[in-house]
Nanobody, 126 residues
Framework: AQLVEAGGGSVQSGGSLRPSCVGS????????AGWFRQAPGKDREVVGS???????VFADYKKDRFTICRDNSRSTVYLQMTNLNAEDTAVYSC?????????????????????WGRGTQVTVSS
């Protein structure tokens, strides 16, 4: 099983990006998925999470600019980011939680996730 992120890139402040995360070799639709980011010299932090049923939870300071959605027919989760600024520069990674609970959950702790992608670089210039 693996996760592969794509769709990062370089944008100017105020711009938008929509990284994607494609799962293969797993029953992607069963699992919650999360997005995390790690800036140079900083610890990894959660961006947000989406349950298998589409419920979404964000880290509070991101919910007004970021959106997460999923397309289970494509085994893909998206992170829509708008109004980006230099502080959003980081490697963005997705992960899935193999714990299956009826109704789904939205984990926000990295230790709750079982499978990780390698990440995609997002660079925002001011």
């Amino acid at each position: 099983a693996q996760l592969v992120e794509a769709g990062g890139g370089s944008v100017q402040s105020g711009g938008s990006l929509r990284p994607s995360c494609v799962g293969s070799g797993l029953s992607f639709h069963q699992y919650s998925a999360g997005w995390f980011r790690q800036a140079p010299g900083k610890d990894r932090e959660v961006v947000g999470s989406i349950s298998r049923d589409g419920g979404v939870v964000f880290a509070d300071y991101k919910k007004d600019r970021f959106t997460i959605c999923r397309d289970n027919s494509r085994s893909t989760v998206y992170l829509q980011m708008t109004n980006l600024n230099a502080e959003d520069t980081a490697v963005y990674s997705c992960a899935v939680d193999y714990l299956v609970i009826p109704g789904g959950t939205c984990p926000l702790k990295s230790y709750e996730y079982d499978l990780w992608g390698r990440g995609t670089q997002v660079t925002v210039s001011s």
